[in-house]
């Protein structure tokens, strides 16, 4: 999950990213006790800031807010990401529930174009 490794950098710290791909993971994780079969939800906007750097080793730990109260079709969150010694950075995030074979249909239909 290093900067050096995933290609977001040279540095030998926790990569931007990967502190995205949490916060996300986050998000779905907190949202899918709440959707109806079929459903699932999708990344539109992310606003994040990486305000300090992890070293390999350390854990890094994600906490969601949710500003919109029960989910409806689309969701704000706000993400606060810390690791051992600091809060290392922060982002707002919507996200849209949508229906995920009609979704995936869509993206798909894209190749038969």
Same mark, same amino acid.
């Given at each position: 999950? =290093?900067?050096?490794?995933?290609?977001?950098?040279?540095?030998?710290?926790?990569?931007?990213?990967?502190?995205?791909?949490?916060?996300?993971?986050?998000?779905?994780?907190?949202?899918?006790?709440?959707?109806?079969?079929?459903?699932?939800?999708?990344?539109?906007?992310?606003?994040?800031?990486?305000?300090?750097?992890?070293?390999?080793?350390?854990?890094?730990?994600?906490?969601?807010?949710?500003?919109?109260?029960?989910?409806?079709?689309?969701?704000? =969150?706000?993400?606060?990401?810390?690791?051992?010694?600091?809060?290392?950075?922060?982002?707002?995030?919507?996200?849209?529930?949508?229906?995920?074979?009609?979704?995936?249909?869509?993206?798909?239909?894209?190749?038969?174009?």
């Amino acid at each position: 999950m =290093l900067a050096c490794k995933v290609g977001s950098g040279i540095v030998s710290v926790y990569a931007t990213p990967m502190m995205i791909a949490a916060m996300e993971g986050c998000a779905v994780e907190c949202l899918n006790p709440f959707l109806e079969e079929g459903e699932t939800s999708v990344g539109v906007m992310m606003n994040t800031t990486h305000d300090a750097a992890t070293p390999a080793g350390m854990k890094v730990y994600i906490t969601a807010e949710n500003h919109c109260g029960r989910p409806q079709k689309s969701i704000f =969150l706000k993400f606060t990401a810390k690791d051992e010694k600091d809060t290392i950075g922060i982002a707002a995030h919507d996200r849209f529930i949508v229906n995920k074979e009609k979704f995936e249909a869509k993206a798909q239909a894209k190749l038969e174009k």
